[in-house]
């Protein structure tokens, strides 16, 4: 979709996979709640090479185990992100038992690193 820069679909039953290119041709920063639906399968690829995905909200859904992959979870850009502990590759360190639902972290972005919400809830 072109030039389409937010997408807010939290809680609308939405079923299905999120569509590979699905912002392509977008180059303002990108914001993504696709919280609290019946999302299915993986994360599409493309999120974990695009530059101007700042947000990335998406727990409460149907992705398969390890929906996002850890190239996802490296892209640098993303500064806001929020996935189910189960369909995250990169959510281990703060899906450790004690946070079993939902991992959700910030990036630092002057520092890259990342300063982890413990038993963070939606």
């Known amino acids: 979709m072109k ?3 937010v997408l807010l679909i939290r809680s609308n039953s939405f079923s299905g996979a999120l569509p ?3 912002f392509s041709g977008t180059f303002d920063n ?13 994360l599409p690829a493309s ?3 695009m530059s101007n995905l700042v947000s990335l909200i998406g727990p409460k859904n149907s992705f398969v185990d390890s ?3 850890e190239a996802v979870c490296d ?8 996935m189910d502990c189960d369909a995250c590759e990169c959510c281990e360190i703060c899906c450790d038992g004690e ?6 972290f910030q990036l630092d972005v002057r520092t890259h690193k990342i ?3 413990r038993g963070f809830l939606l």
């Open 3 to 5: 030039n389409l820069t």
């Open 99 to 104: 946070n079993d639902a939902v991992c959700g």
């Open 75 to 82: 892209n640098t850009n993303t500064t806001n992100f929020i």
């Open 47 to 49: 999120f974990a090479n």
């Open 115 to 117: 300063p982890m919400i």
């Open 67 to 69: 929906a996002t992959t």
């Open 30 to 42: 990108i914001v993504a709640d696709v919280g609290d639906n019946k999302l299915t399968g993986d």
């Open 20 to 22: 590979d290119g699905l």
